[in-house]
Nanobody
Framework: QVEFVESGGGLVQPGGSLRLSCTAF????????LGWFRQAPGKEREGVAC????????GYGDSVRGRFTISSDKAKNMVYLQMNSLKPEDTAVYYC?????????????????WGQGTQVTVSS
């Protein structure tokens, strides 16, 4: 059984930074592609970033490229999302997810296992 525990969300002012963490259980970051996604009220779930376990290659959604960075710690079996230059439109529930396969993707329908999410609010 695959489970995730996300943490690190909270309230931050525009222009600030947050780092989200995701601990994987039943999935390994050195094998499974993992991703971060977000969903704001009334909007569809959006791909934020992904990382492939086999080679560490990464991908990003257009709205966060250059501001967010995904990384993993194989020893701790964790994946992180460093978010800089946050904007009010980044406000959403952020989810960690894993997919069966080799490569990461930022398409949410490609993912099979999901965490419960952590709220990020960007507001002054």
């Amino acid at each position: 059984q695959v489970e995730f525990v996300e943490s690190g969300g909270g309230l931050v002012q525009p222009g600030g930074s947050l780092r989200l963490s995701c601990t994987a259980f039943g999935s390994t970051v050195d094998r499974d592609p993992l991703g971060w996604f977000r969903q704001a009220p009334g909007k569809e779930r959006e791909g934020v970033a992904c990382i492939s376990g086999v080679d560490g290659s990464t991908g990003y959604g257009d709205s966060v490229r250059g501001r967010f960075t995904i990384s993993s710690d194989k020893a701790k079996n964790m994946v992180y999302l460093q978010m800089n230059s946050l904007k009010p439109e980044d406000t959403a529930v952020y989810y960690c997810a894993a997919r069966r396969g080799t490569w990461g993707t930022v398409q949410p329908w490609e993912y099979d296992y999901w965490g419960q999410g952590t709220q990020v609010t960007v507001s002054s």
